[in-house]
């Protein structure tokens, strides 16, 4: 992971984890349903976010350098992995 990359999810991680205690506190003070609902469908876009900004960096970094390597069973495991989490954020 790049230096920059790892700044914005480290400073993105931690909105969203201002967002989940702010959430706990909806719960706890027994606010509207559809407010807290409003919340927690921030929260998860907010981490679709970060996903997609890693997984392009891993794209531009590790799978980059996997394919430049001229190395058949590293770029094989590269871009299996790439298929197992494009797989897994499908379903």
Same mark, same amino acid.
């Given at each position: 992971?790049?230096?920059?990359?790892?700044?914005?999810?480290?400073?993105?991680?931690?909105?969203?984890?201002?967002?989940?205690r702010?959430? @706990?506190?909806? %719960? #706890?003070?027994d606010?509207?349903?559809?407010?807290?609902?409003? *919340?927690?469908?921030? !929260?998860?876009?907010? /981490?679709?976010?970060?996903?997609?900004?890693?997984?392009?960096?891993?794209? @531009?970094?590790? %799978? #980059?350098?996997?394919?430049?390597?001229?190395?058949?069973?590293? *770029?094989?495991?590269? !871009?299996?992995?790439? /298929?197992?989490?494009?797989?897994?954020t499908?379903?």
């Amino acid at each position: 992971m790049t230096p920059e990359t790892k700044k914005s999810a480290l400073n993105r991680l931690r909105r969203i984890e201002g967002q989940v205690r702010g959430i @706990a506190r909806m %719960v #706890e003070d027994d606010r509207y349903c559809i407010d807290v609902i409003t *919340q927690v469908q921030a !929260v998860r876009a907010a /981490l679709g976010r970060i996903e997609q900004e890693v997984l392009k960096g891993h794209v @531009a970094t590790c %799978v #980059e350098h996997a394919i430049r390597s001229g190395n058949a069973s590293e *770029q094989r495991r590269h !871009v299996a992995e790439l /298929l197992d989490v494009i797989d897994r954020t499908a379903g």
